[in-house]
């Protein structure tokens, strides 16, 4: 069915987005929010908008009951989930269908298969796409674990099976610790995803995480290259880019194929991420999971590509075929993006919640910044940091980081500390120019760089 009205299942920048490619399509909007975002500006450009709940996430934004019966009173034959929140839960995307709206986004089966790590895990290795090495299947036993981690050669990482953001991880050393952190790694996958399950996989020290877009529409999927997310912090991305830096053809070609590969396997419909590890030492990648919704960082694929990937989706879960054929995809130059959160880099990343007073946008050729922030906003406490995400594009990686770091220095948003110092002296780092980087450098760097110089170069 065509989508004629579309509810927005999220907040902050993502809901501005989802907003803005609803209104290019000529959809009309509704926008739900909680009672701290009343004065947001996703309220502000909804054609209408729906109080859903107080400001706790659990009796708003991921009450599923009360955002089916809002979309339904007002009138909208869609649901798009945005980012985090309910936009991975199997459960809703049923209810969803099952209440006779559209979900944006892939089937509920299909993200019962890939948020399921483990089970993602087989459906890549039936697909021919190559995985880290690790358990074949769930782990129950520690003891068990532990023999199989001493086979396997340590480091290993212990993973939860279920949900992301970097918990229910433990990287292990030695065999001594292993039963303790397995233990840990449980209780905690437990509490944050209702799921202790655990699987092993081998640790690879210095690795780069490198992830490719998919589009599909349940029958064809393409692929919109890959991005750079090696730059971590606690496992959050903060710099992305695309494409990644130093892969050969034959290796690109095979990533962005593997990727598709999978995608086809398992019937993908809408925008989706396939996510690796890459071992610059073997020149080798390897499968880690899929993000079965629209990413943070997928700015950066639409300045390389020129794709509206937002757009997309919703043209897909209105019955549409893709638009896009794989040999019309072309990368074109580099674009890097910095997550700008509102928190203190200089006083251990602490949240910084305020009322924006004195906002400055940097203009010109290549410079994009998606954010849902004005003049006089308030910055509620309640939800995550990230305020905007400053983008760049240039002829190439060189010219991006150039560009990126006089695009944040430009930058102004006066009344709340954010990120921006730390975005600045990323861009100026020799080691970050030179490729120098992956999982773990950004962490180590911070230790090397003194949190004055972050300021001073702000």
Not at 8 to 17: F, L, M, P, Q, T
Not at 90 to 100: I, K, L, N
Not at 216 to 224: A, L, Q, S
Not at 289 to 301: A, G, L, M, S, Y
Request: proline share 5%.
């Amino acid at each position: 069915m065509a989508i004629g009205s579309l509810l927005v299942a999220n907040r902050g920048e993502i809901a501005v987005r989802i907003l803005r490619a609803a209104k290019a399509l000529g959809i009309r909007t509704v926008q739900a929010y909680s009672a701290a975002d009343a004065d947001s500006l996703a309220v502000r450009m909804a054609d209408e908008a729906v109080l859903i709940g107080p400001p706790p996430a659990a009796k708003s934004y991921l009450n599923g009951a009360a955002i089916i019966e809002a979309a339904k009173g007002h009138g909208a034959d869609a649901i798009h989930p945005g980012y985090g929140f309910l936009a991975e839960n199997a459960d809703f995307a049923q209810s969803v269908e099952a209440a006779g709206l559209v979900f944006v986004g892939p089937s509920a089966q299909a993200i019962r298969l890939l948020g399921d790590k483990v089970a993602a895990r087989e459906a890549a290795r039936r697909a021919g796409v190559p995985t880290v090495p690790g358990s074949e299947g769930r782990i129950a036993d520690a003891r068990v674990a532990r023999e199989l981690a001493a086979t396997m050669g340590f480091p290993v990482m212990i993973k939860a099976a279920a949900g992301g953001g970097g918990r229910g991880i433990r990287i292990v050393s030695d065999a001594g610790a292993f039963e303790t952190q397995f233990a840990q790694a449980s209780a905690e996958a437990l509490a944050a995803f209702g799921d202790g399950s655990l699987y092993v996989e081998r640790f690879i020290p210095r690795a780069r995480h490198v992830e490719v877009q998919i589009l599909g529409d349940g029958k064809n999927v393409i692929h919109c290259f890959e991005r750079e997310c090696s730059v971590q912090r606690r496992r959050q991305k903060v710099w992305e880019e695309a494409p990644a830096f130093g892969l050969t053809d034959p290796l690109r070609a095979a990533l962005c194929e593997s990727a598709v590969s999978l995608g086809r396997s398992v019937g993908y419909r809408g925008a989706g991420t396939v996510e690796y590890l890459y071992d610059p030492d073997e020149e080798r990648f390897h499968f880690i999971e899929v993000n079965t919704r629209i990413q943070v960082e997928h700015p950066v694929t639409e300045m390389v590509t020129g794709i509206d990937l937002v757009a997309e989706m919703i043209r897909i879960a209105g019955g549409e075929r893709l638009s896009i054929r794989q040999e019309d995809v072309r990368l074109e130059g580099h674009a890097v993006e910095c997550r700008i959160n509102a928190e203190d880099p200089a006083a251990g990343f602490a949240p910084q919640p305020g009322r924006v007073d004195g906002l400055a946008v940097p203009k010109g050729p290549g410079i994009r910044f998606d954010t849902m922030l004005y003049d006089g906003y308030t910055v509620p406490p309640f939800y995550d940091s990230l305020l905007g995400k400053l983008v760049v594009h240039g002829a190439d990686r060189a010219e991006a980081i150039s560009r990126m770091g006089q695009a944040v220095a430009a930058l102004r948003i006066g009344g709340v500390k954010t990120t921006a110092p730390l975005h600045a002296a990323l861009a100026a780092s020799e080691e970050l120019r030179a490729g120098q980087v992956h999982t773990r450098w950004l962490e180590d760097w911070l230790e090397r760089t003194p949190l004055t110089r972050q300021e001073e170069v702000a």
